[in-house]
């Protein structure tokens, strides 16, 4: 059952945002009621595509946003790019456990450095890669696209997943927030919230949203958002 007291955030993804005005975008969205800037990192290795990396991030920081960032890095090795998001000012920097030879050093290599530490796992990735890393885990992120490209339907699979990963959450009596990415719109959040997830990394149906009276704002989709939230 989904606990009524469970705090949940948004995570707009800025795949989907416009870059020509990348700084304005984050800064709209975030004041239209966005919790965390989600920020795909991808290498065209791990995933088939090309995306942003850490000066982007420094960019951000230096424009002044101060929201948590939450990196997750499709990259391979994952290791030096740990330490680039660090210096860049991530907040959360999440991996792949298929990138990473050493997957509880690359953890402590964030957390040592005052990051909060998470594991991404695509659709046919078993979660049984957490067994032994839950005290270094402060993020799980169930991917329910195969990653790589925006604007990708949510596979219903990854439900039972979030399920499975709650149960691990809540068993471990550990404070690890639950993410989603891939497919989350206006209306499946609810549904994808009773299985288990707190934070809702959400790209084109943000950005693709924008108010027709003012293009660069946001409102009515995170609004929208926290009304079905709000009903669970």
Excluded: W
């Excluded at 959400?202 to 946001?218: L, Q, T």
């Amino acid at each position: 059952m989904t606990d009524p007291t469970r705090d949940f955030l948004i995570a707009p993804s800025i795949l989907s945002a416009d870059f020509a005005r990348l700084g304005a975008e984050v800064d709209d969205v975030l004041a239209s009621g966005a919790d965390i800037v989600h920020f795909d990192v991808m290498d065209n290795h791990y995933v088939p595509n090309l995306t942003i990396g850490p000066m982007v991030c420094e960019a951000l920081r230096k424009h002044g946003v101060s929201a948590p960032i939450d990196a997750h890095l499709m990259v391979k090795p994952v290791d030096r790019l740990i330490g680039d998001f660090i210096d860049a000012g991530a907040s959360y920097i999440t991996f792949h456990p298929e990138a990473s030879d050493h997957i509880d050093r690359s953890l402590q290599l964030i957390r040592d450095a005052g990051c909060q530490a998470g594991l991404v796992f695509n659709p046919a990735t078993p979660l049984s890669f957490l067994d032994y890393v839950m005290d270094k885990v402060d993020m799980i992120l169930l991917m329910s696209v195969n990653p790589g490209f925006g604007g990708q339907s949510f596979l219903p699979g990854t439900l039972d997943k979030l399920r499975e990963a709650r149960r691990r959450i809540d068993a471990s009596g550990r404070s690890i927030r639950l993410e989603i990415d891939g497919g989350v719109k206006v209306d499946n959040i609810a549904e994808i919230a009773r299985a288990g997830a707190d934070t809702f990394v959400a790209g084109s149906a943000v950005f693709k949203a924008r108010n027709e009276a003012d293009p660069h704002r946001y409102d009515s989709v995170i609004r929208d958002f926290r009304d079905q939230l709000a009903r669970i």
